[in-house]
T-cell receptor, first 113, second 118 residues
Framework: AQKITQTQPGMFVQEKEAVTLDCTYD???????LFWYKQPSSGEMIFLIY??????QNATEGRYSLNFQKARKSANLVISASQLGDSAMYFC??????????FGTGTSLTVIP | EPEVTQTPSHQVTQMGQEVILRCVPI?????FYWYRQILGQKVEFLVS????????KSEIFDDQFSVERPDGSNFTLKIRSTKLEDSAMYFC????????????????FGPGTRLTVL
């Protein structure tokens, strides 16, 4: 089974609108961390937001928030007030108790002016 | 702000040649990682390194690959005899620590080295 599943290969959003990028994960480890990274066309990986499995509240970082639903094993990224510069690939990732990160296949987000 | 650096940004090599990809992790970080991303595909874990030894590796990281921390700052990935399918973007990353109770702290990625095997 895939550790991280991102079911949306491509998404479009109007500038200034909010968008939700889906991510589900699979683990039996009670201790894990969930991450979202942005990869613009230039190729670098930019950390956006982190949610620990024991965190009681959803993580937020500026315009990014993580909708963490532990029972459903989902960790959706919400981007509010989309900007043209948000157009990029977005990867959901998980780290269990060890040192290995598992990445999803990514969602390509296009912000339309 | 401290950052992970990687050199070269682009490496072109002939099939069968050895390549060494270099990384300078953030100076106070203790855990180091290599990932690869074949064009258009997801990021794949290769290996993690701590206390001068490999702590985890994936099935991709076979005998053709090796890692080394030759001094206090560099972290290298060596591919002994490159194959066409080794063409990919290779990312180095580092993290300060591993906290089992929280699932871990974030990794900081370098800008990547694009390896092209001809």
């Amino acid at each position: 089974a895939q550790k991280i599943t991102q079911t949306q290969p491509g998404m479009f959003v109007q500038e200034k609108e909010a968008v939700t990028l889906d991510c589900t994960y699979d683990t039996s480890d009670p201790s894990y961390g969930l991450f979202w990274y942005k990869q613009p066309s230039s190729g670098e990986m930019i950390f956006l937001i982190y949610q620990g499995s024991y965190d009681q509240q959803n993580a937020t970082e500026g315009r990014y928030s993580l909708n963490f639903q532990k029972a459903r094993k989902s960790a959706n990224l919400v981007i509010s007030a989309s900007q043209l510069g948000d157009s990029a690939m977005y990867f959901c990732a998980m780290r269990e108790g060890g040192n290995q990160f598992y990445f999803g296949t990514g969602t390509s987000l296009t912000v339309i002016p | 702000e401290p950052e992970v650096t990687q050199t070269p940004s682009h490496q072109v090599t002939q099939m069968g040649q050895e390549v060494i990809l270099r990384c300078v992790p953030i100076s106070n970080h203790l855990y180091f990682y290599w990932y690869r991303q074949i064009l258009g595909q997801k990021v794949e874990f290769l290996v993690s390194f701590y206390n001068n030894e490999i702590s985890e590796k994936s099935e991709i990281f076979d005998d053709q690959f090796s890692v080394e921390r030759p001094d206090g700052s560099n972290f290298t990935l060596k591919i002994r005899s490159t194959k066409l399918e080794d063409s990919a973007m290779y990312f180095c990353a580092s993290s300060l620590q591993v906290l089992r109770t929280s699932g871990g702290t974030q990794q900081f990625f370098g800008p990547g080295t694009r390896l092209t095997v001809l």
